[in-house]
């Protein structure tokens, strides 16, 4: 199994509502990435999880709050989101930190807000 | 700081067209250089990487040559075809980083 697994893959969401962001992996991988990426525009690095801790946060808006509760699942928790906050949201894993050369990409979840 | 700049886009080819794809950097170390390709609606692929200079990344038909005296990482394919649709990102992380710094993307079109 060489994927990374994001759930949902759309997502539409009010200002005061709260939800979640799921990803998944089965490869070991000890870390794991949440990146932000607009319309037309590259992917921006949000956080890094290295063994379940977090060892970067890009000076994200507390308005979104990562989670890892074990080696294989990567939480988002969005909550009070404003409509800039419309985005596809990647998680990527890898095996350890420093190896952006060996990442690996889910398929996004394109999250919309109202 | 780390920067990748890429050739503006969109870019439109014709089935069997040969394509190159720009992309120059800034770096002030001795970065690892990456192409990533994303089709619609998916999330990012690994197309293609080279970790030092003169290195050639090879995928698909696709290769870029890391080039330090210039500084750049142009993406080529001899003969493209439709299925080669999508949008492509140079990118580069300093050694031992997993922080990857990406251009703005080229979008290419291949018609039959």
């Known amino acids: 199994d060489t994927e990374v697994t994001q759930t949902p893959k759309h997502l539409v969401m009010g200002m005061t509502n709260k939800k979640s962001l799921k990803c998944e992996q089965h490869?070991?991988?000890?870390?794991m990435y949440w990146y932000k990426q607009k319309a037309k525009k590259p992917p921006e690095l949000m956080f890094v999880?290295?063994?379940?801790?977090?060892?970067i946060n890009e000076s994200v808006p507390s308005r979104f709050s990562p989670e890892c509760p074990n080696s294989s699942l990567l939480n988002l928790h969005l909550h009070a989101l404003q409509p800039e906050d419309s985005a596809l949201y990647l998680c990527?894993?890898?095996?350890?930190?420093?190896?952006?050369?060996?990442?690996?990409f889910g398929s996004g979840t394109q999250l919309s807000v109202l | 700081g780390n920067s990748v700049t890429q050739m503006e886009g969109p870019v439109t080819l014709s089935e069997e067209a040969f394509l190159t794809i720009n992309c120059t950097y800034t770096?002030?170390?001795?970065?690892?250089l990456f192409w990533y390709v994303q089709y619609p609606g998916e999330g990012l692929q690994l197309l293609l990487k080279?970790?030092?200079?003169?290195d050639k990344g090879s995928n698909k038909g696709f290769e870029a040559t890391y080039r330090k005296e210039t500084t750049s990482f142009h993406l080529e394919k001899g003969s493209v075809q439709v299925s080669d649709s999508a949008v492509y990102f140079c990118?580069?992380?300093?050694?031992?980083?997993?922080?990857?710094?990406f251009g703005k993307g080229t979008k290419l079109t291949v018609n039959p």
């Open positions: 990527a894993s890898s095996q350890d930190r420093g190896r952006a050369e060996k990442l690996f």
């Open positions: 490869m070991g991988h000890r870390a």
């Open positions: 999880y290295s063994y379940e801790k977090l060892s």
């Open positions: 770096a002030t170390g001795y970065p690892s």
């Open positions: 080279a970790t030092k200079a003169d």
């Open positions: 990118a580069l992380s300093e050694g031992g980083s997993e922080k990857l710094v």
